[in-house]
């Protein structure tokens, strides 16, 4: 194979925990400027406060069980590398459709919101060439890069924080107790129920912090702490927003506003109040840090899905500022055919219900890597296990079966998209981890190896073939019957044509990434010929117990989980397999080309010692 090109940009570090908080706030702080006030229509105030109470708990409880994935699994696939991780490919499609349809259309949502803000300052400007413009105008932003983009989500969410407050100062001494109970609802369960899609989009999308992991300086303790603070600016803000405007005039003025906030402040201060026309003028700033989040969450997703192969992988690619280019294009003009065909409640409830689903699936999988990998390095570990998650769990159930009851024809919507892509994605046998692009050729998953080592910044150096059957046997590794194997063991004609192409991964000093996006590093040429090195190991193999020779080739975060090759008694052939101790072999494949198929097409999984994983062998 050819000397690869040079290798495509990485995804930057750069983000800190203040970054994350204003990424988490920024996210979902245009939650409070509109949205959530279809919630009275529905239940009233006190039925909605009702509402808002039990999905503030409901994201207590999620975030701190969403934050261990975070934590354990940093990448920017997020929900989508975690129901991977635990369930397979299937599980992935899901958990991925999911967060897309959240991502995808909650900015159409914010970006109406924006155009009709700015028809109530100047009515002259139309409201959806206004929204479109903005959506147009966010992208070109988020294409400058995440450094950039993260010091612009930085200063807009200082700014709507500081706006946010401004308004609960100006109306609190306005709020009378008699108008938040004035033209009651009757407080039954129907109503509150079919108020929580409005009350979750007080904080939906704050999981979207997620998806830039991969871009988090020491995501480990970055993580958590921007979670923390982000939530509880967000559960103070709902409140505070949700108690005092509702008490403020009659609130059913309110209801089915999409700029309640400007609207509430007239009834406070009077129609011509100048404060009314400023704060929607800076209130801007909220549905701009909103709409800039979720474009960076949205573009992401995409290109983790790309990348993992289950979109096109043309939008796994990077422009040189580090962006995913062709994700956040994609997903904008995704956003701006949402813009011309829906309204604000209809978008919402899509956005929701895929945010639920996505919820219910992350739960899912922890419960499951739990279960399967015990031992996955939790750097957060959530508080209260198994409590915390039954709880967040058993409130995602019963929101999104109310969601569901409420609102048929988009939940069909929704499921028959969902049905379309498993349709799709079975019908090109990827439910079984094959990829349809290459077959079991290896000179073919050379190359589909190659491509995907180039998008992750990974660098490689190939070597001649002089140079790699000079270790016609690795000194390191002993055989158990010496006299009938000798002391070494010979480089099967599959390694020596990979190392040829690849001579694993050799990273320059310079380079900090050494192993890939899953975690996993192969080993270069001279490392496996070094005398003493620890890859090299002895291990018995209870399928053939009285030799065994094992070159471990690669590794998963310097842990227990070790693949090499044992060759075959007879000599003709091999197995690859896990090393998971000293007296432990699992057989994966008997092929080389088809254990990179499954390393390219869902690396998550190989790591998953405890959850037996279907891999075709080839004898």
Known sequence: MPPPAPAAPGLQKALTPLHLWA??????????????????????????????????????????????????????????????????????????????????????????????????????????????????????????????????????????VA??????????????????????????AGGVLAALPFAIWFYLA??????????????????????????????????????????????????????????????ALGPGSRWARFFASIGLFGLVASLHGTIIGYSRQVFALARAGYLPGFLARLNGRQTPHWALLAGAAVGGAALLTGTTDQVIVLAVLGALVMYVASLASLFALRRRQPDLVRPFAVPGYPAVPLLALALC???????????????????????AVLALFRGLGRHRGGNP?????????????????????????????????????????????????????????????FY????????????????????????????????????????????????????VFVDYRETSWRYGFIPDANGNGYRIGIVASGNEFKIISTSLAKFLRLYVQNAAVLYDWHNPFAVQTEK
């Open 206 to 267: 704050i999981e979207g912090v997620a998806m830039v992991a991969e871009e988090v300086r020491d995501p480990w303790r970055t993580i958590p702490r921007g979670y923390g603070y982000g939530l509880g600016t967000l559960v103070a803000l709902a409140l505070g927003v949700a108690v005092l405007t509702a008490g403020l005039g009659d609130w059913r003025q309110l209801a089915r506003l999409d700029y309640p906030l400007p609207a509430a402040l007239g009834l």
């Open 163 to 188: 706006e946010l407050l401004l308004y609960l100062g100006l109306v609190a001494p306005h709020f009378r107790a008699a108008n938040f109970l004035a033209h009651p609802v009757p407080l039954r």
């Open 397 to 419: 159930l019963l929101s999104l079966g109310a969601l569901v009851y409420f609102n048929p024809v988009l939940s069909g919507v929704f499921l028959a998209g969902l049905g």
């Open 23 to 160: 990424l988490a706030v920024g996210l979902v702080i245009s939650g409070e400027y509109f949205g959530w006030n279809y919630g009275w229509a529905a239940a009233g105030p006190v039925g909605f406060l009702v509402a808002t109470g039990l999905v503030t708990v409901l994201y207590v409880a999620f975030i701190f069980s969403f934050t261990e994935l975070t934590t354990a699994l940093p990448q920017a696939g997020g929900p989508f590398v975690y129901a991977q991780a635990a369930f397979g490919p299937v599980g992935g499609v899901v958990a991925g459709y999911a967060t897309l349809v959240e991502f995808l259309f909650t900015p159409p949502a914010i970006a109406f919101a924006l155009g009709s803000y700015a028809h109530f300052l100047v009515p002259a400007l139309p409201v959806l060439a206004t929204a479109l413009a903005c959506y147009a105008a966010f992208t070109l932003i988020n294409l400058l890069g995440i450094r950039e983009s993260a010091t612009f989500s930085l200063v807009v969410t200082g700014l709507a």
């Open 500 to 551: 040829c192409a690849t001579n694993g991964m050799v990273t320059p000093a310079s380079n900090t990434i050494g192993v890939d996006a899953n975690g996993f590093y192969f080993l270069s040429l001279p490392e496996l010929r070094s005398d003493g090195k620890e890859w090299l190991v002895i291990s018995n193999d209870a399928a053939s117990s009285e030799w065994a020779c094992v070159t």
């Open 437 to 497: 692009r290459f077959n079991t050729d290896l000179s073919e998953a050379l190359g589909a190896l190659a491509q995907f080592w180039q998008r992750q910044s990974i660098v490689f150096q190939p070597l001649p073939l002089s140079a790699v059957q000079s270790l016609a046997c690795l000194p390191a590794v002993a055989c158990h019957d010496d006299n009938a194997r000798g002391n070494g063991a010979t480089l099967p004609p599959d390694f020596v044509q």
